[in-house]
């Protein structure tokens, strides 16, 4: 499917369920991709948000269990709530800095996700954002993050290692609930600020902390 250009938002539920769509082709001119647009479109295996897109919206992709390539553009500043959820092939996911809301549960059950990167225009990492992602082995968090709130990391078992910013002030519950694999935090701050985090859990009481880590 291509969608012509001229089109700047493509509305509610326009795909949903179109289970035989694979290739997706979205125009320059497109701004918002409103709510379940391309949910459960089982088929689709890879998108490129274009460059004027700003918003992407609740479960806009969820269900798309084959899709395995995103490229979310410079100008995206809102990721809705379960937009990639269980998007089963997705591999590797770059949040760029444009992004100031990160929705829960937004790549929740995504169980070959192996990579993220987190650009420094999240705030905040709200509730079971990645949790139950099962093959998740590395993470990295903006520069400007204060909070990483409940059950974000929950049953991430293969999680090895996170990068923490000097700006977190707050790790809620269960963030790193069932984390296994979990040996080391990589903090950009002195053990000093990490010692004044508030911690809701004992989660990451054994794992290896490297204080002042250079990005």
């Not at 035989?20 to 689709?44: G, H, M, T, V, W």
């Not at 798309?64 to 937009?83: D, F, G, K």
């Not at 070959?112 to 079971?128: A, E, F, H």
């Not at 790193?176 to 040996?183: A, D, G």
Request: glycine share 4%; aromatic share 10%.
């Amino acid at each position: 499917v291509s969608i012509p250009e001229g089109v700047t938002t493509i509305g509610e539920s326009a795909f949903y369920n179109c289970s035989a769509l694979a290739r997706l082709y979205l125009p320059d001119s497109l701004i918002n991709i409103e709510k379940e647009a391309f949910s459960c479109c089982s088929s689709l295996k890879s998108i490129d948000i274009p460059n004027n897109v700003t918003t992407i919206g609740e479960k806009s992709f969820f269900e798309c269990y084959l899709l395995e390539h995103v490229t979310i553009s410079q100008n995206v500043t809102l990721i809705s709530p379960r937009a990639f959820m269980r998007c089963n092939s997705l591999t590797n996911i770059e949040i760029p800095d444009s992004v100031t809301t990160l929705g829960s549960e937004a790549f929740r059950y995504c169980t070959s996700l192996k990579n993220v990167v987190i650009g420094n225009g999240v705030p905040d990492i709200k509730s079971y954002t990645f949790s139950n992602c099962l093959s998740l082995e590395t993470v990295s968090l903006g520069n400007n993050v204060t909070i990483i709130k409940t059950g974000v990391f929950e049953e991430c078992s293969s999680l090895k290692s996170i990068i923490i910013p000097s700006s977190l002030t707050a790790i809620l519950d269960d963030a790193f609930f069932m984390c296994k694999s979990l040996t080391d935090v990589y903090y950009t701050g002195t053990e000093e600020q990490w010692n004044a985090i508030e911690f809701n859990n004992n989660d990451l009481k054994n794992v290896n902390i490297v204080f002042n880590y250079k990005v």
